[in-house]
């Protein structure tokens, strides 16, 4: 055990896993839940997530060792507002949010003296949400980044480690402004990249949507499965993210100009070499074990 007793707050894929990870490898004493949504708790309840799901945030909270926030990052400013005064002397104040810039603006001035805030961010998730969407193994061989916000005690800093990695996450720290960056490459492009190539099919009236829906080859199909993703947290995590993930649109810009200008001018060699080099980058993912080269890509059968 880590943690006598942790906190979740916000009951979705990323909390309900945490429950379940830490549940299978007894990382806390109790585990207490809440989220703002009735029905959530409720199906919380239901499936038995935790020791202990409450009506209040301020109730989770209290005598928590360990909190994590897991609600979009919007919400996270609100939400220590209302924790704080409730939060425990010593204990450690995390989060799961894809962005960290904004989340350190957003919850530093609400940390009591005394409390640890160390931000932090699970590469992992599928494109469900909710209590029922948790699954133990999702952080397995998975990484996370730990992003301190400035001097950090070595002691917490070092449990909050060690929690990650009782999870089965591999921990790495970065400073906010390269996390950020870094995200906006690897997760935050590709996703908006989805979503407006999901788009441009709805719109286009030449092609039905039974055909898009009927013969969706697995480019189309993966970028619907990202779209699938939850549109509160997407949405706040680009106006967070607003800087990094205009720098390398504008780069990605300039790349797609690149690919047209072949196209058009029959320039066969750019493409094959440019093509020969992105599949090098699959194939060194797949090398460092962060996916497979399985048809489905490791995802199995889709999780209700």
């Known amino acids: 055990m880590i943690y006598p007793r ?3 707050i916000g009951l979705g894929l990323i909390a309900s896993s945490i429950i379940r990870a830490a549940e299978r490898g007894r990382l ?3 585990i207490r839940g809440y989220d703002l949504s009735d029905e959530a708790r409720a199906t919380a309840r239901e499936i038995g997530l935790g020791d202990v799901i409450c009506d209040s945030a301020e109730e989770a909270v209290a005598e ?3 909190v994590i926030l897991a609600v979009p990052v919007g919400a996270m400013g609100a939400v220590a507002e209302k924790i704080a005064p409730h939060l425990k002397p010593g204990a450690v104040l995390s989060d799961v949010g894809s962005v960290k810039g904004s989340v350190l603006a957003a919850v530093g001035p609400y940390v009591p003296e005394g409390v640890h805030f160390i931000p932090a961010h699970p590469l992992a998730g599928t494109e469900h949400s909710g209590p029922r969407a948790g699954f133990a193994e999702l952080f397995d061989n998975r990484w996370c980044l730990i992003v301190p916000a400035g001097e950090t005690d070595s002691q917490a800093l070092e449990g909050l480690k060690a929690f990650w990695e009782g999870m089965g996450a591999h921990v790495d720290e970065m400073d906010p402004e390269h996390h950020d960056l870094v995200l906006a490459v ?3 492009t590709p996703h908006l990249i989805a979503y407006t190539m999901v788009g441009v099919a709805d719109d286009l009236r030449r092609v039905t949507d039974s055909e898009v829906i009927k013969y969706s080859a697995a480019g189309f199909r ?3 499965r990202i779209a699938a993703s939850d549109p509160t947290m997407w949405r706040d995590v680009f106006l967070s993210n607003k800087q990094a993930t205009l720098e390398i649109l504008q780069r990605f810009t300039e790349e797609l100009f690149r690919l ?3 196209i058009r001018r029959d320039d066969g060699d750019l493409l094959h070499d440019y093509f ?6 699959r194939r060194s993912i797949i090398e460092a074990g962060q ?3 399985a048809p489905d890509f490791g995802r199995g059968a889709v999780r209700k």
């Open 222 to 224: 993966d970028f619907t």
């Open 64 to 66: 928590a060792d360990l």
């Open 6 to 8: 942790i906190a979740l």
């Open 260 to 262: 047209q200008r072949a």
């Open 276 to 281: 020969t080099r992105t599949r090098a980058i």
């Open 186 to 188: 690897t997760s935050h």
């Open 291 to 293: 996916d497979t080269d």
């Open 28 to 30: 806390a004493g109790e």
